[in-house]
């Protein structure tokens, strides 16, 4: 038996909003011994390849020349690969992005 419209449409949308909470990453509580430690998980790279593959999928593009976050952190990138970069400036061009991305829902 086929799935309808109507249940495949829930499971897209499913998939959409896992994605979403996944890639802006989460704060995790880890108990060690009397403490209480707060960690920042972030996306693991398989996880965002296949976000990226999922939005490539459903024709979801980014332009960097409109978008000025996706322009800074399009940049940053290209100064790390050529080695410019601090991976901690990295780390907070992401952070940046996430937060920027976070204020369009």
Known sequence: MAANAKTLGELHEAVAEAFS??????????????KVIE???????????????????????????TNEALKGLSEKLAARRKGKISPAALDAAADAFAAHMGTMQ
């Open 21 to 34: 909470e996944q890639v802006k990453g989460y704060v995790e509580e880890v108990v060690e011994g009397d």
């Open 39 to 65: 960690r920042t998980v972030r996306p693991s790279p398989a996880l965002l390849g296949a976000a990226v593959a999922f939005l490539k999928n459903n024709n979801i593009t980014a332009d960097p020349e």
